[in-house]
């Protein structure tokens, strides 16, 4: 596409993310639980329908994911939600052709601790983001929960398989007053790799030659490449 398009969700809420495959299905998720399948080229025009989540009116999903059999993933939670019975700690799963189902979550996960991002290697592993240093992963139906220097607070996750090695690598971002930057190396190792004295960060993309492209608060912007940062004001 050389152009941008405007659709029309019937829905006030706030949307937060987007993502989709080649069948052409587009999952969108937004405030209030809100979950549409966006089909841009279906035959009568472009149709958004709406998925019910049963998630509470301030709930927010704030992450969609979708594996290359069509898996959909979202997750969120509510910022004020104050028990595990509430809705912190989002976790929605949907294959192609079933219903939205909740996933449980483990029980170290803080019951305050909302989820915003989430991403899979493809090949049955997926790993969820959130507050307090949380990062879930989903291996063989069910959760591992992974330790990350610090427990900051992470925003966004992205991942690549790098040169030859078969196994994944991630990239996290967040923070809340300093930017932050985790590596997961294939062996499963979080270390912290942050550029020093800059604003929280909230976008990442790992490339397949090892560049990471992240940017944030204060329109800043920043590339690794060969083991150094270099900061680019916007």
């Not at 809420?13 to 089909?39: E, K, M, N, P, Y």
């Not at 219903?99 to 049955?124: S, Y």
């Not at 909230?202 to 912007?221: E, F, K, Q, W």
């Amino acid at each position: 596409p050389t152009s941008w398009s405007r659709y029309d969700f019937g829905t006030s809420a706030s949307l937060w993310w987007a993502h989709g495959r080649g069948d052409g299905t587009i999952w969108v998720v937004g405030d209030g639980g809100a979950l549409f399948a966006l089909s841009p080229d279906a035959p009568g025009g472009p149709t958004a329908t709406q998925w019910p989540t049963g998630l509470s009116a301030t709930a927010t999903l704030y992450g969609a994911w979708v594996s290359p059999d069509g898996v959909l993933w979202a997750v969120g939670g509510d910022p004020k939600a104050t028990t595990s019975a509430a809705d912190a700690g989002v976790v929605l799963r949907k294959a192609p052709d079933g219903p939205v189902e909740r996933l449980a979550l483990p029980a170290d996960v803080p019951e305050d601790a909302t989820l915003f991002k989430v991403w899979g290697d493809g090949d049955g592993r997926v790993w969820v983001v959130g507050e307090a240093g949380v990062v879930l992963r989903h291996e063989d139906d069910a959760w591992h929960r992974e330790s990350v220097p610090g427990d900051p607070r992470l925003v966004t996750v992205d991942g690549a398989r790098l040169g030859d090695d078969a196994t994944v690598t991630l990239v996290a971002v967040g923070g809340t007053s300093q930017g932050v930057v985790v590596r997961r190396a294939p062996d499963g190792t979080w270390t912290d790799g942050s550029p020093p004295f800059y604003p929280a960060l909230n976008g990442v993309s790992l490339a397949a030659d090892g560049r990471v492209a992240t940017g944030g608060m204060l329109a800043t912007a920043f590339w690794r490449q060969d083991g150094a940062w270099d900061a680019e004001g916007w």
